[in-house]
């Protein structure tokens, strides 16, 4: 039986990546464990818990102890007195065995309970890394606009002063002036959705929607991902469909304890008044037995001998483990493709990744070409925003691949990290 949270079954998220080629896991951790804490879900969950633990403290019951009493109007006449009332006391107890079995059966239903909780947590570590990294898209996004909007003002000026020296025209200028008014409206409508998503954020944590959240606004992959060392069998969505077999073959091995024989002790006491002492003249008796009071032990036992329903309770309990055995071959393959799937878009992510990266590169040499033709010529400012063009867009497409990876990151943890 547990008594508090059991390691074995505690699995959260621990992001251990290098410090920096990581989205600063040592910032995720402790929003995770915030959420832990002040979730009322979790809380829901821990109470729940509780409840079947306070459960296996039930099981140790037994039947109602049976008192009676009676008064004899007419007085009943024997031959050592009249019988002027009956007092009974009797307790039932149940089959030899059966109050331990009841409570295993209690203790295996809040192992179940417990699991229920366990995956609980594991959920809301996912929802939180998966809306942190949702931040940090969102954030990566801004400071991207920010850095192209001051790479548009450093080419309005260089419009400028080549529309002084009638070596371009205003047209350019006022094309560049049209693209940053565009970029500074994306990067508005990106703090807006900045601006909710912290308050998602910030209801899983169960504290102000108004909270801030620091997110980091750059990152990189790992250029090696961690080994997948662990199996899916740890995953607490299988491990419940193990505690439930077992509750199931509790509750069996309780169907029998109670289809036996229950049996009971008790007592009666019938109170005798004395008869007077000349009546004793007529009659062969023993003075000394005379208003003696009649005590009487009884065993009773109570046998199902026409009850069917024991019968049928095991065979639903042998279905139910069929069932229940069933529902985890479906959820485990479930699992596995879940866990091929996050492997997969993981490992795109990093491709992606190394591919935006070498052509986020090569039009940053195409600026850096146009850029120098200014120092002897003309530049196209066409071509030039075309190049700019391409370089916002490669590194959104970087951010997506980031954002991508260390989601799915999260997803294999959760299936698999122990």
């Known amino acids: 039986m547990k008594t508090g949270i059991d390691t074995r079954y505690f699995l959260i998220f621990c992001f251990s990546l290098f410090a920096s080629a990581t989205i600063a896991a040592q910032e995720l951790q402790p929003y995770i464990q915030e959420a832990l804490q002040n979730n009322p879900n979790i809380q829901a969950f821990e109470t729940r818990y509780a409840i079947a633990e306070e459960k296996v403290k039930e099981a140790q019951w037994l039947p109602n102890t049976e008192f009676s009493a009676g008064y004899f109007v007419g007085k009943p006449q024997t031959r050592v007195g ?68 001051q790479l548009l003002k450093t080419y309005e000026t260089l419009a400028l002063t080549a529309v002084e020296v009638n070596t371009t025209s205003a047209v350019d200028v006022l094309r560049i002036q049209i693209r940053q008014n565009e970029l500074q409206q994306r990067k508005e409508v990106l703090e807006e959705a900045f601006q909710a998503a912290q308050v998602g954020f910030n209801n899983l944590l169960n504290r102000n929607d108004n909270t ?61 008044e004395a008869l007077p002492a000349f009546s004793f ?31 049928s309770k095991t065979k639903q309990n042998k ?55 200014y120092e002897t010529a003309s530049v196209d400012f066409n071509e030039l925003l075309d190049i700019q063009e391409l370089q916002l867009k490669f590194q959104y497409q970087q951010i997506g691949s980031i954002q991508q990876y260390f989601t799915q990151a999260a997803i294999i943890n959760y299936l698999i990290e122990q």
């Open 82 to 149: 009249a019988q002027r009332a009956r007092f009974s006391a009797k307790q039932m107890l149940p089959w030899f065995g059966t109050i331990s079995t009841r409570k295993k059966y209690a203790t295996s239903r809040a192992e179940t309970d417990y699991m229920d909780y366990v995956i609980a947590k594991r959920k809301l570590a996912l929802a939180v890394s998966q809306s942190y990294y949702n931040l940090y898209g969102i954030k990566a996004q801004q400071a991207v606009l920010e850095k192209n909007i």
């Open 212 to 272: 801030a959240v620091v997110v980091p606004a750059f990152a990189f992959i790992p250029e090696k991902d961690p080994l997948l060392l662990d199996s899916i069998q740890v995953n607490p969505e299988l491990l419940r469909y193990d505690t439930m077999y077992a509750s199931v073959q509790q509750a069996e091995a309780l169907n029998q304890k109670q289809s036996a024989p229950r049996w009971g002790v008790g007592i009666d006491v019938v109170p005798v």
């Open 281 to 311: 003249i007529y009659r062969d008796l023993d003075l000394s037995a005379n208003g003696k009071d009649v005590i009487m032990p009884m065993v009773s036992l109570s046998v199902p001998l026409f009850n069917k329903r024991y019968a």
């Open 319 to 373: 279905l139910r483990m069929q069932e229940i055995s069933l529902q985890k071959m479906e959820r485990q393959n479930g699992l596995e493709a879940a866990l091929a799937k996050a492997v997969a878009q993981r490992n795109e992510a990093r491709i992606a990744f190394t591919t935006q990266t070498k052509n986020l590169q090569q039009a940053k040499d195409a600026e850096q070409i146009l850029m120098k033709n």
